[in-house]
């Protein structure tokens, strides 16, 4: 009797040396189109990364020739036959797995290829920053199978707007990578080679950032983006400043400033505890070694292309 061959995972989990995170959907013969299996591994992995200190940041990318399709039809069409409690806990558990990735107390990248359809164009609004190939094509297909793109529409709306999500939601047309680059789906547009070292160079600069000053930001980014400025955005604003200036991380990265040297999170893992310890002793000898900055990923400058405004 022939042994079945075991079910690849969903979400490839990667960490490199330096802290970054690479989250990989693994069903290419799909289009990596989500099942509730794989919105429970993204929940899972995403979960974890939250919780663990040495991960820095968050690449999201797809195996195969695509990005992501979306969710399963197939998936959605048996749902019919499933019960009312059933149906909404299979949403539920979608629409949380969105709002971890959009939330995540690190900085995340959406590496983006192929085809991305539907839910897929989800992943890459709740993501902070997206790169995407010039010959992916994009589409929020909902509507063409009667369905609304309910669970990621506050992602998109906070990405390309009310007035553009009208145009491309109501007809479900495909639009090309220049398209999601005019409407601020994507930021950046690269040939297919360079997507990786596009990548390379935007995690080696959010290397260059304190890990809770980033996170911070995120949230100060959330809270304020639609509050008016008033008194108590002024008030806000004033103690949140106050409160982190006085952080370790603050302080570590005024000293650095004025002591002309590269402050510990830009460096390699190893060198950033010798340079710890070294603090702690009080002792001020300046190395080579602690102010040497580690860029992950990042090649020498090669030819990237950035569409320019």
Sequence with gaps: MRKSKPTPPRVLFAVDDYGNATLTLNRPEVHNAFDP??????????????????????????????????????????????????????????????????SLNKP?????HGAVRGGGCGLVAACDIAVTT??????????????IPAMISPYILAAIGERHARRWMLTGEEFDAAEAWRMGLVHDLVEADDLAGRVGLLLG???????HAMHAVKQLI????????????VKTTASLIAEIRATAEGQ??????LEKRKPVWTLAPQKAAES???TKSKTKSK???NTKSATPHAPKKSKVTRRGR
């Design 37 to 102: 299996e794989m919105v429970d591994a993204l929940s899972t992995a995403l979960q974890q990364i939250a919780h663990d200190s040495a991960i820095r940041a968050v690449v999201i990318a797809g195996a195969g020739p695509s990005f992501c399709a979306g969710a399963d039809i197939a998936h959605m069409r048996a749902s019919a036959h499933h019960s009312k409690a059933q149906n909404q806990q299979a949403a539920q558990a979608s629409a949380e797995m969105f709002h971890q990735l959009f």
């Design 108 to 112: 995340t990248i959406a590496a983006v």
């Design 134 to 147: 010039r010959t992916a094509t994009f589409r929020f297909s909902e509507v063409n199978i009667g369905i």
């Design 205 to 211: 600069e959010l290397y260059t950032s304190g890990p």
């Design 222 to 233: 959330t809270q304020h983006a639609h509050r008016p400025i008033d008194a108590v955005s």
């Design 252 to 257: 570590e990265g005024l000293g650095a400033f």
């Design 276 to 278: 710890k310890t070294k």
């Design 287 to 289: 190395t080579k070694a």
